[in-house]
């Protein structure tokens, strides 16, 4: 790399991440930089974090390689800028969490870069990382099987990740058909809660069936949220379907009726199976 890209990296199109990491120090920089960078915290930017994951994952779902890019650096951008926000508050910096994670494939991956064999299936090594995520957990003083799932995860990621994490140690239904069972029983209860109980308890049965949907789904080897996204992606693509067709009869969803709509839902369903 150029001796002047190395002192001012931030018009440095070739820096590469250096001229990333200067472009955040003067962002967040209190007499020069950009007051609303300035102004942010971990809190404010959590959220960014968070939406910026679900566009990566967004993009690869709709097979957009083009866009793929982009929406990868937007969440390195997320991951710098907390960053920056920690080395200026004397936590740590984009080095410690490079090397930290490093340090950490490394210790995970002994059959990579230590001594142990290669010969073992994919089950196998999944097994073995468990084991090593389990000795972290015990050495950062984690004693409960549930006790570092992470809080701020989507409700139905977390659901899945503390039944997974019970199912380790036995606290599992052994047969799905027991699953489907309990989701009939949770069902009947949502409906029973509707007519004798108030919003409080219509919300705790509904949180109840929707965390053993999570669970069903996990037995069926089934990521609930890629299933979740794949229906709302189908609801988008039909109802869309029903506003084109409306719209060549001059006419909005508004001024339908239930009934038409739903017949031309039928209709981009048929159309669809027909593909």
């Not at 190395?6 to 018009?11: A, E, G, K, N, S």
């Not at 299933?227 to 693509?237: E, G, I, P, V």
Request: hydrophobic share 45%.
């Amino acid at each position: 790399m150029p001796a002047d890209t190395l002192t001012d990296p931030i018009h440095h199109e070739a820096a590469g991440l250096p001229q990333l990491l200067a472009i955040l120090r003067r962002l967040r920089d209190p007499e020069t930089g950009c007051p609303w960078d300035v102004e942010q915290n971990f809190a404010t930017i959590a959220p960014y974090t968070i939406e910026e994951a679900y566009e990566v994952a967004d993009a690869i779902e709709r097979g957009a390689m083009d866009e793929l890019r982009g929406e990868l650096g937007d969440l390195l951008l997320q991951v710098v800028f907390h960053a920056q926000m920690a080395e200026e508050m004397g936590l740590f910096n984009f080095h410690d969490i490079a090397a930290g994670v490093a340090e950490k494939m490394i210790h995970r991956h002994p059959h990579v870069f230590g001594d142990e064999s290669r010969d073992k299936s994919a089950e196998q090594q999944t097994r073995d990382w468990e084991v090593v995520k389990a000795a972290e957990r015990a050495a950062k003083g984690a004693s409960g099987v549930l006790d570092d799932v992470a809080v701020g995860l989507p409700a139905l990621l977390r659901a899945q990740k503390l039944q997974k994490r019970a199912a380790r140690v036995g606290f599992d239904w052994p047969e799905t058909t027991q699953v489907l069972a309990k989701m009939q029983e949770e069902a009947a209860e949502l409906v029973e809660a509707q007519t004798d109980l108030g919003p409080d308890e219509i919300e705790d049965e509904m949180g109840d069936l929707l965390f053993n949907m999570a669970n069903l789904a996990r037995h069926l080897k089934v990521d609930p949220e890629a299933a979740l996204r794949r229906a709302n992606a189908k609801f988008t693509r039909r109802f869309a379907y029903i506003e084109a067709a409306l719209a060549q009869q001059n006419k909005a969803p508004q001024d339908s009726t239930l009934e038409e709509m739903d017949a031309l839902w039928t209709e981009a369903k048929l159309r669809e199976k027909a593909r």
